[in-house]
């Protein structure tokens, strides 16, 4: 590698040749993008090449200062404001406004279908009071009159007790899309979390009654989309979903997806409780064998994935966001500390977090 002074010198060559050796505000941001941006691991590659790109546009075009070095600062505020964690907030808020399209596309479909049904009963009870007054003036005698009246009816509640078993599973669904995450199928979504979790709290603090929140992390899954592409990423989230759904049936808890790759499994456990069940669906993610599937056959390698889980039970006088970020703090501290632990929130007089 040649020495820093001889990368500096071509660097100041390259820039007078273009005009630009004397302009120090350009050069401190040729240096900032060359030599710090690609150290950066907040920002994606395809960023990194894009900010890089621009500033050698600039340096080729041999602009003055007036007109290049504006560009060059705007291009970096855009860039330094677009870190992966902005960008996966914004995924987060995309699939979010496509869960509610679906919700509403799936609402306008019902309430046509409720439109259509009505028009449906209407014709029917027509042609039931039709038939009622044709049986009654065909019929030989009374006895024929109520076994055509027998039939008829039969025939009427069956229809209406079809459409009402019809109703009844499209309301399921509405309620389903309608409480339940979009991708994690398994998992209630982030608007009926909050519900739920409002909910608890208050009852909890009322009833005496221990609740604990265990916030899930998957450590380096960035690495897995990047590795093996979003749709392996997207299964690998569907099978820890499973395993967290597993555990909250057994423990009387609630699933529940945070947001990207956080989960959430809230129990009425107090903090050492929740924090065993944290630690064996930690173990029993560790251990799993992950394998995609495709066509309905396993293919590719296994993948063995981790994860952090921050835990933190509820406390006097706090409220449902106090709750989750107790457990988003020790969350933080079980990643700081090495990945694929379980902390657990443990407020003393400096605040720190205890272990497991």
């Given at each position: 590698m040649e020495p820093h002074g001889s990368e500096l010198e071509k660097l100041k060559s390259l820039l007078e040749q273009a005009g630009l050796g004397r302009d120090l505000d350009l050069l401190s941001a040729i240096l900032?993008?060359?030599?710090?941006?690609?150290?950066?691991?907040?920002?994606?590659?395809?960023?990194?090449?894009?900010?890089?790109?621009?500033?050698?546009?600039?340096?080729r075009q041999g602009n003055p200062h007036d007109t290049s070095f504006p560009h060059i600062l705007e291009e970096l505020e855009t860039f330094l404001t677009k870190t992966t964690h902005a960008q996966e907030l914004q995924d987060e808020l995309t699939r979010e406004k496509r869960s509610i399209e679906a919700m509403m596309e799936e609402m306008s479909t019902f309430f046509e279908t409720m439109r259509s049904s009505r028009d449906r009963q209407e014709k029917s009870l027509t042609k039931f009071n039709s038939a009622t007054v044709n049986a009654v003036r065909t019929a030989s005698s009374r006895k024929d009159i109520l076994q055509q009246m027998r039939g008829l009816l039969s025939e009427f509640v069956n229809e209406f007790r079809e459409e009402a078993r019809l109703w009844e599973a499209k309301a399921r669904a509405l309620e389903r899309t309608a409480h339940f995450d979009a991708l994690l199928s398994e998992l209630y979504n982030r608007r009926s979390l909050d519900d739920y979790l409002s909910e608890m709290v208050v009852t909890s603090h009322s009833r005496g009654i221990p609740f604990s929140l265990c916030m899930i992390d998957v450590d380096h899954f960035k690495r897995v989309n990047d590795t093996y592409g979003h749709q392996v990423g997207d299964d690998v989230l569907r099978a820890l979903a499973k395993m967290v759904k597993s555990h909250a049936v057994q423990n009387d808890g609630y699933a529940a997806r945070y947001g990207g790759e956080e989960l959430v499994l809230t129990l009425p456990q107090p903090q050492e409780r929740a924090a065993e069940v944290a630690e064996q669906l930690r173990r029993d993610v560790e251990d799993y064998e992950f394998q995609f599937r495709k066509g309905g056959k396993l293919v590719g390698d296994i993948i063995h994935f981790t994860?952090?889980?921050?835990?933190?039970?509820?406390?006097k006088g706090w409220d449902s966001t106090q709750l989750v970020g107790s457990a988003d703090k020790a969350l933080y501290q079980a990643k700081r500390s090495g990945r694929n632990l379980v902390a657990r929130h443990t407020e003393n007089a400096s605040s720190r977090v205890g272990w497991v």
């Open positions: 900032f993008v060359r030599n710090l941006v690609s150290q950066l691991s907040i920002y994606s590659d395809s960023d990194k090449s894009h900010i890089q790109g621009v500033v050698l546009r600039e340096i994860i952090s889980i921050g835990v933190a039970g509820l406390r």
